[in-house]
T-cell receptor, first 119, second 111 residues
């Protein structure tokens, strides 16, 4: 059983640039969530994808966008990078139902993250 | 007020000590609860789920009090390898699964 893999592991970008981060979900998982973790903070939820559709979004501006592919892998795109976007970006996969009231949740398996530095 | 709040820490304890972490959550509709462990510069890893009846896994005991909206983690007989940040995680489960992490409590276990 393969785990969650993220690429690249480290990235340095300049302010105003665009970045794409990638995530391959764990085998058998159909849901991918993206988190931003600043130094000394807990992970902050960006959004979640389930069966190629966005299935919930946190308090992040529209310049944070994503995609999920038929094989359940996912991309996080960030446009117009700002210095405060420097953080560890974590992808987590899970097997979860969808919709209000569906509480099935088997916990999350995280990838090792992409450390983004914006200069 | 943050949706999930944890003891700020850090906790510095000797080997063999018992240490307890507390966590409160604000959304009474929250449906599932977890403790994660995160080592320095690594990803979070699931430590244990938290059930209403309380649950134990070796030296670790987790408890949930829905009336008080409170979760705890107890570590007995602390080991050096327990040194990490412990994250309290609450899943609101509304309109697509929205998982909220606390800021974490750092634990240092000393020889």
């Amino acid at each position: 059983e393969t785990g969650v893999t993220q690429s690249p592991t480290h990235l340095i970008k300049t302010r105003g640039q665009q970045v794409t981060l990638r995530c391959s979900s764990q085998s058998g998982h159909n849901t991918v969530s993206w988190y931003q973790q600043a130094l000394g903070q807990g992970p902050q939820f960006i959004f979640q994808y389930y069966r190629e559709e966005e299935n919930g979004r946190g308090n992040f501006p529209p310049r944070f966008s994503g995609l999920q592919f038929p094989n359940y892998s996912s991309e996080l795109n960030v446009n117009a990078l700002e210095l405060d976007d420097s953080a560890l970006y974590l992808c987590a996969s899970s097997l979860a139902g969808r919709g209000i009231g569906d509480t099935t949740n088997y916990g999350y398996t995280f990838g090792s993250g992409t450390r983004l530095t914006v200069v | 007020r943050k949706e999930v709040e944890q003891d700020p820490g850090p906790f510095n304890v000797p080997e063999g000590a018992t240490v307890a972490f507390n966590c409160t959550y604000s959304n009474s509709a929250s449906q599932s609860f977890f403790w994660y462990r995160q080592d320095c510069r690594k990803e979070p890893k699931l430590l244990m789920s938290v059930y209403s009846s309380g649950n134990e896994d070796g030296r670790f005991t987790a408890q949930l009090n829905r009336a008080s909206q409170y979760i705890s983690l107890l570590i007995r007989d602390s080991k050096l390898s327990d040194s990490a940040t412990y994250l309290c995680v609450v899943n609101k489960g509304t309109g697509g699964f929205k998982t909220i992490f606390g800021a974490g409590t750092r634990l240092f276990v000393k020889a």
